[in-house]
Structure formats: structure tokens, C-alpha cells
């Protein structure tokens, strides 16, 4: 009996245990680390008032932690300690700001930097005389003896022509600034930052010199899931907005006051055309309703609500949109435009409201290439005119690879995917609302830093426009609207939609409408245009074989130069250089139409030459030897037999026309195939939606070749 009771009493117990591990998997799975960090470096790492350590390590750390899934032991030892129990195995990893490099690589694994630090000039707050390095000729400058920022200031003494002084700690610093003994101080941007969030009346000024990134670290070779789930969480906390909030909370500038309201500027225009790309996601794109969204768009809707005034966007492509603001035709321009000392000269900026980057990816999976020397005699892509294509052809010979240029983003991804390219460069949001749209690619090397982007107008032009818009954008950075719009579209890409685009059915059902409203355009502009083209075509054809000679040359003269002109020139100049000499801008609809009537009548004025001069000339001599008139003989006996001649030529032209259609899409007409643009823009689904134009067009134009063959049975 007690045999079958400690049987019993075992099953039971194995039972329960059994039980208690299935039952409780969060916790079983949750991993506990030890993370080593500094005592005092604020404001990275340091003791609150509550004896609680907190700062920007602390506070990423555990907010990666808590995204991640794994928990924290806090270990406060010290920096040079920290090392040391990493080194021996005593700790799982450290956070406390760690500059990555070279030689540290030997014995640690870093992750992705998680700050770039650097030197900053700082000022008495409310000093305006000082705004760059010219201005301290003559002027004190202090820092903190045997700093970086010291051997700064001492390299470049005779350059600018300061004198320094040196001080022991940075509350010498900060009182040598106030009392007047110093002009201006040098420091880790960070620590002056964080100065300044702690009551110090200072303002940081001028550029800020590079520094080192700093960077978790974990032993070399060990815990790799550790860094790998660190990036995860780095990645996130930057593409939802809270990194920006956490840096903030412990690092200010000074020269904004966070309580100041926003200052209201009195518009000068009833609405104000603001020019923008069309297909640059996660900037400015289509959404599934046909409705434009991104970035771009929701920053510019926001602050017009904030100051008050009305704008009307025209989504016509960056390159159009660039010559718009310059010609007048459009107010203002916002399209993730790189502020450029060559672009300052033809453009007023704003201040930089997205700070950009480059980035290489690969196709996901592939291990091969892990840094830029893995790059030799591979092949990298990127788009034409781009900043990663002036980096890449910069470090082209320093890593051997070969560059391949191509003209949109979903090219590359086309390229990448059937192993045309070997990895890719573009601007490292367009990467991620690619890998958030589900494209099957990788990022395994760190972005380079890369230009701000800003709101733009016309040189001297619309002044009160830029500094509305400066105001609109402090006032969502201070409310932290501003994080929210862009996490929005740098997290998911856009909103979710409902139906699946990677499926022909689906591509189908959730674009449908906007393939016919593309197609609609695309025949509107052929059949008015084509009208229009025919009358003008055939008065000129009939002035080239006139017996007036005038008549003859000056039709002469019109066909050269229109058939001399490419189709793409002719349109820019109609739209963007003939307001100049008008005096008026012309309507992008109207412009298309007169250029494709323009580029039709020349041709049609040939197929009309050509159709009255295969009549035979005996016919045109025995009607005038009747005693009819040219103009009789032309009427009656001539022109109804060209016609006849000419009509098959007429719907070859009309087919010419409808192709010509697409050219308009540079001036910033939807027509169908700029239509696809849009849709690969924000879906990515290259193969598709061009497979399905491309079928569009070939059942339009088939059909239209068909008629040309049943009219020409039909004449003849």
C-alpha cells in the first residue's frame, strides 16, 4: 500500500511539474542579463535624486529590453570595472557610453551605433554675435584640460585667432561663461546638452564636430543573440519616435524655449501651391484609396492647419516640381529635397525637418557581404543623380565593386531580385518602407549620415511661406506631433490595406479605378490633341504644296523645327518656360495637349503632303486645263482621292500619339502609365502592375491597328 502510495505521490509531482513549466512559458523563456555600466557619466548614466540610475543608456536599455522580451540586472561598476567583467565573463554585456573602435574590436562585439557623439561650441544664452568659428577671432574660448575639445581648440588657435583657457572641470566652464571670463566654451555636445536641460543658461552654436559612436558591447564571440535583439530594439525605439524622446528628455540645444507659443505669420496669398513628388514613399505616395500621403505630405497639411493657410498640392514628380518653383508655377516645394550649397542659390530653405542617410541592403539571406570590402568585384545599384551614387562612385576604387545606374527605387529592388545587382544604395527610409511592404531584403551595414532635407521656394520669392512653415514645424517638434508623423510612416510604410496586392486578384480589386482613371487621361489627351493635330496638320500640309511659295516655306520651317525638338523638350518648355515670356502660367492639362498637337500636326502635315502628292500630277494638269480652278481641282478631284491614301496613316499617327502620352508624365500629367508609378510606389509590385499596363495598352492599341486595316480595305 505504501508502495502504491509513493507511486502515486511521483506521478502527481511529475505532473505538477510538468504543468508549472507549459503553464508558464513567458516567463520561462524570459532570459535575465547582466549588464555592466558606468557610475557617473551624465547624462548617460548617473544617480537620481531617489539614489536610481537613470540616463540615456539606462533608459534605452530598458526600453530595448522591454520591446525584446528579455530582462535587466543593472550592474553600476564603473567604466574601466564594466570592461573587466565583461573581459572575464562576470557580466553578460555593458552600455555606458562606449566609443566603438578599432583596437576594442579585438575583444568586443558592438552593436549598431546608438549615438554619435562630438564636440560643440556653446554660448552665453541669448548671445547673438557668435554663430560660427569666424566670429571668435579675438575672442576667449575655454575647455576642460586634457579633453578632446582642448586639443580641438588648440589645432586650430592660429586658424580662427582665439585665445583658450583651460579649466579642471565643466563647473569652471559654465562659470567662466557667465561671469564673462570666457566668450564662448567647448565640450562633448552631450554633457553641454545636458547641461543646459539642467537650468545652465547656454546655447549650443555652429556645427558639431564628429566624434565617436558609441555602442553596447558584449565579449568577442559570445551572446550574439544579446547585440542581434539590441539592434532589433534600437531600430524600433528610432523608427517609432521614443529614441528621439528619450536623447531629448536629457539633452537640450538652448536656443528654443519648450514653453514659448508658436509665433503666427500673417499669409500673403489666399492659397499657396506647394509642388511635391509623386512617387517617393514613405515621403509622398498614393495610399490604397488613391489619396496622397506620407511624411512630406502630412508635415505640410499640418503646419498650414497650424498657421492658418491654404495650400494645393501638386504631386508632379521632383524634377518638375523643382523647374515649377523656379518658373513660377508653384509657390513652394516639399519632396525630400537635400539642402545643397548649389541648391542655396537658386532656393530659400527651411530649416532641416528630416535629417536623411544612405544605406547599402541585399537580398535577405544572402551572408556574403557584411561590410563594404565584401563589396569587390560585386555589383551595387543605385539610382541615377542620387547622393548614393555620388558615395558610391567616391568609394568605388577604395572596395573594387562595379556600379550599375537605374532610374527608380523599384528597379532596384527588380535588379536585386533576378541577381542583376549583387546589393543596393538608396536613402535609408525608402529602405525600410521597402522591408516593411514586404520586400525580401537586408541591411548589414551601417547607413552613412547624409543630407537634411527641407521645405523650399524660389530665391527672394514668398518669404513669409518659409518662416511659416519654420514655425509650424518647432511647434509639432515641441508637442511631439512631429515624432508621430514620421514614426507613423518609417515604422509600417503606410496605412494596412485589406486586400493582399501581391496577388493578381487583389492587385486588381484594390487598383482597378485608378488604372481606368490613368487610362481615361491617357485617351482624353490622344482624341483632343489628335483633333486638334489633324486640323493644324492638314492646313499645313496644304500650305507645303502650294503654289505660293511663302506658303510652302513657312510649312517647311513649322515641320523641321517641331520634328526637330525632342517630344520631352517641347513639353518643358510649354509648361515651364513659356509662362516667363507669357506672363501667365499654363495648366499642366492644356500643356500636354498643346504639346502632343504640336508634335501630331507636323507629322500629319507630312502624311497629307505625302498623300496629295501620290495622286498622279497628270490629274491636277488635265483639271486645270478644263479651266478649273487650283482650288476646285483640289476640292474635287485631288483631295478625295488622298484622303483615301491617307486615312490608314491617320490611325497609325492617332496610335503614335497615344504612346506619346507617356512622355507627359515629366510635366506632371497621371496619365496610365505614370498611373503605374504611383501604384509600384507604394505597393512595390513592379512585375505586376507594368505587366498589367503594358496588357492595357496592347488590347488599346491592337484594336486601333485593326481599324487601320479595315480602312484600308475599305478605301481600297
Known amino acids: 500500500m505504501k508502495k502504491k502510495h509513493l507511486l502515486f505521490s511521483f506521478l502527481a509531482m511529475l505532473i505538477s511539474l510538468f504543468v508549472l513549466t507549459i503553464g508558464k512559458p513567458a516567463s520561462a523563456e524570459e532570459k535575465t542579463y547582466d549588464i555592466g555600466t558606468d557610475l557617473t557619466f551624465a547624462p548617460f548614466e548617473f544617480q537620481d535624486s531617489n539614489d536610481e540610475y537613470i540616463g540615456i543608456d539606462i533608459d534605452l536599455l530598458n526600453a530595448i529590453a522591454e520591446d525584446q522580451g528579455f530582462n535587466v540586472n543593472l550592474k553600476p561598476l564603473g567604466f574601466d570595472s564594466a570592461i573587466q567583467a565583461v573581459q572575464s565573463g562576470q557580466i553578460?554585456?555593458?552600455?555606458?557610453?562606449?566609443?566603438?573602435?578599432?583596437?576594442?574590436?579585438?575583444?568586443?562585439?558592438?552593436?549598431?551605433?546608438?549615438?554619435?557623439?562630438?564636440?560643440?561650441?556653446?554660448?552665453?544664452?541669448?548671445?547673438?554675435?557668435?554663430?560660427?568659428?569666424?566670429?571668435?577671432?579675438?575672442?576667449?574660448?575655454a575647455a576642460k584640460v586634457g579633453t578632446e575639445s582642448a586639443a580641438f581648440l588648440e589645432k586650430n588657435e592660429d586658424k580662427y585667432g582665439y585665445t583658450i583657457k583651460n579649466f579642471d572641470d565643466a563647473t569652471g566652464l559654465y562659470q567662466a561663461l557667465q561671469n564673462g571670463e570666457a566668450d564662448a566654451i567647448f565640450d562633448d555636445y552631450p554633457v553641454l546638452g545636458y547641461a543646459i536641460t539642467n537650468g545652465q543658461k547656454l546655447q549650443l552654436v555652429g556645427d558639431k564636430e564628429t566624434g565617436s559612436s558609441y555602442g553596447f558591447a558584449v565579449k568577442k564571440g559570445k551572446n550574439?543573440?544579446?547585440?542581434?535583439?539590441?539592434?532589433?530594439?534600437?531600430?524600433?525605439?528610432?523608427?517609432?519616435?521614443?529614441?528621439?524622446?528619450?536623447?531629448?528628455?536629457?539633452?537640450?540645444?538652448?536656443?528654443?524655449?519648450?514653453?514659448?507659443?508658436?509665433?503666427?505669420?500673417?499669409?500673403?496669398?489666399?492659397?499657396?501651391?506647394?509642388?511635391?513628388?509623386?512617387?517617393?514613399?514613405?515621403?509622398?505616395?498614393?495610399?490604397?484609396?488613391?489619396?496622397?500621403?506620407?511624411?512630406?505630405?502630412?508635415?505640410?497639411?499640418?503646419?498650414?492647419?497650424?498657421?492658418?493657410?491654404?495650400?494645393?498640392?501638386?504631386?508632379?514628380?521632383?524634377?518638375?516640381?523643382?523647374?515649377?518653383?523656379?518658373?513660377?508655377?508653384?509657390?513652394?516645394?516639399?519632396?525630400?529635397?537635400?539642402?545643397?550649397?548649389?541648391?542655396?542659390?537658386?532656393?530659400?530653405?527651411?530649416?532641416?525637418?528630416?535629417?536623411?542617410?544612405?544605406?547599402?541592403?541585399?537580398?535577405?539571406?544572402?551572408d556574403s557581404i557584411t561590410s563594404y570590402s565584401d563589396l569587390k568585384d560585386k555589383t551595387v545599384g543605385a539610382k541615377i543623380g542620387t547622393e548614393s551614387a555620388d558615395f558610391l562612385e567616391a568609394n568605388k576604387d577604395k572596395y573594387g565593386y562595379s556600379i550599375k545606374y537605374l532610374d527608380t527605387t523599384d528597379a532596384l529592388y527588380s535588379a536585386l531580385e533576378i541577381n542583376e545587382i549583387d546589393a543596393m544604395m538608396d536613402d535609408y527610409p525608402v529602405i525600410g518602407y521597402g522591408i516593411a511592404q514586404g520586400q525580401p531584403l537586408s541591411t548589414p551595414i551601417p547607413r552613412e549620415e547624409g543630407g537634411s532635407y527641407g521645405f523650399a521656394v524660389k530665391k527672394g520669392k514668398n518669404a513669409e511661406l518659409v518662416e511659416?512653415?519654420?514655425?509650424?514645424?518647432?511647434?509639432?517638434?515641441?508637442?511631439?506631433?512631429?515624432?508621430?508623423?514620421?514614426?507613423?510612416?518609417?515604422?509600417d510604410g503606410s496605412v494596412e490595406n485589406t486586400v493582399d496586392e501581391s496577388t493578381f486578384a487583389g492587385m486588381i480589386k484594390n487598383n482597378w479605378k485608378r488604372l481606368l482613371s490613368g487610362l481615361w487621361m491617357t485617351v482624353q489627351l490622344t482624341l483632343i490633341s489628335f483633333v486638334l493635330a489633324l486640323i493644324l496638320g492638314v492646313i499645313f500640309g496644304l500650305f507645303s504644296v502650294s503654289p505660293i511659295k511663302a506658303l510652302r516655306v513657312f510649312a517647311t520651317i513649322y515641320v523641321d523645327i517641331i520634328r526637330g525638338i525632342p517630344l520631352m523638350v517641347v513639353a518643358f518648355f510649354i509648361y515651364f518656360g513659356l509662362p516667363g515670356l507669357l506672363g501667365f502660367n499654363i495648366p499642366v492639362f492644356i500643356a500636354g495637349i498643346i504639346t502632343l498637337t504640336l508634335n501630331a500636326s507636323a507629322y500629319i502635315s507630312e502624311i497629307v503632303r505625302g498623300g496629295i502628292k501620290a495622286v498622279p500630277v497628270g490629274q491636277m494638269e488635265?483639271?486645270?486645263?478644263?479651266?478649273?480652278?487650283?482650288?476646285?481641282?483640289?476640292?474635287?478631284?485631288?483631295?478625295?482621292?488622298?484622303?483615301?491614301?491617307?486615312?490608314?496613316?491617320?490611325?497609325?499617327?492617332?496610335?503614335?500619339?497615344?504612346?506619346?502620352?507617356?512622355?507627359?508624365?515629366?510635366?506632371?500629367?497621371?496619365?496610365?502609365?505614370?498611373?503605374?508609378k504611383i501604384i509600384v510606389a507604394r505597393n512595390l509590385q513592379s512585375t505586376m502592375v507594368y505587366l498589367i499596363i503594358a496588357v492595357m495598352y496592347l488590347i488599346l492599341i491592337t484594336s486601333l491597328t485593326k481599324l487601320a486595316k479595315v480602312l484600308e480595305k475599305r478605301v481600297k
Open 92 to 141: 553578460d554585456g555593458m552600455i555606458a557610453g562606449m566609443s566603438i573602435t578599432d583596437e576594442r574590436k579585438k575583444s568586443f562585439d558592438f552593436s549598431e551605433p546608438y549615438f554619435d557623439s562630438g564636440l560643440q561650441m556653446a554660448v552665453k544664452q541669448g548671445n547673438t554675435s557668435i554663430k560660427d568659428y569666424d566670429d571668435l577671432d579675438g575672442k576667449t574660448v
Open 224 to 366: 550574439p543573440e544579446l547585440i542581434e535583439m539590441f539592434n532589433a530594439g534600437l531600430k524600433k525605439l528610432k523608427e517609432d519616435g521614443t529614441y528621439d524622446k528619450i536623447v531629448a528628455k536629457y539633452i537640450s540645444s538652448g536656443t528654443e524655449d519648450d514653453d514659448t507659443e508658436m509665433k503666427q505669420i500673417e499669409p500673403k496669398k489666399d492659397v499657396y501651391s506647394i509642388a511635391s513628388d509623386s512617387t517617393f514613399a514613405p515621403f509622398e505616395f498614393q495610399n490604397a484609396d488613391g489619396e496622397y500621403e506620407g511624411i512630406d505630405v502630412d508635415l505640410m497639411n499640418r503646419i498650414a492647419e497650424l498657421q492658418g493657410f491654404t495650400i494645393e498640392f501638386k504631386f508632379i514628380g521632383f524634377s518638375s516640381a523643382v523647374q515649377a518653383v523656379e518658373s513660377g508655377q508653384a509657390d513652394g516645394m516639399i519632396a525630400g529635397m537635400t539642402i545643397t550649397d548649389e541648391r542655396e542659390k537658386s532656393f530659400d530653405f527651411s530649416t532641416p525637418y528630416f535629417d536623411s542617410g544612405i544605406q547599402i541592403a541585399v537580398k535577405e539571406g544572402n
Open 622 to 676: 488635265a483639271s486645270r486645263s478644263l479651266g478649273l480652278s487650283y482650288n476646285r481641282t483640289m476640292q474635287k478631284i485631288i483631295l478625295p482621292q488622298a484622303i483615301k491614301i491617307m486615312l490608314p496613316s491617320f490611325v497609325n499617327q492617332f496610335v503614335i500619339s497615344l504612346k506619346d502620352t507617356t512622355i507627359l508624365s515629366a510635366i506632371g500629367l497621371i496619365e496610365l502609365l505614370q498611373t503605374g
Open 468 to 491: 511659416m512653415f519654420n514655425e509650424g514645424l518647432a511647434e509639432l517638434k515641441r508637442t511631439g506631433e512631429y515624432d508621430e508623423i514620421v514614426g507613423k510612416y518609417v515604422k
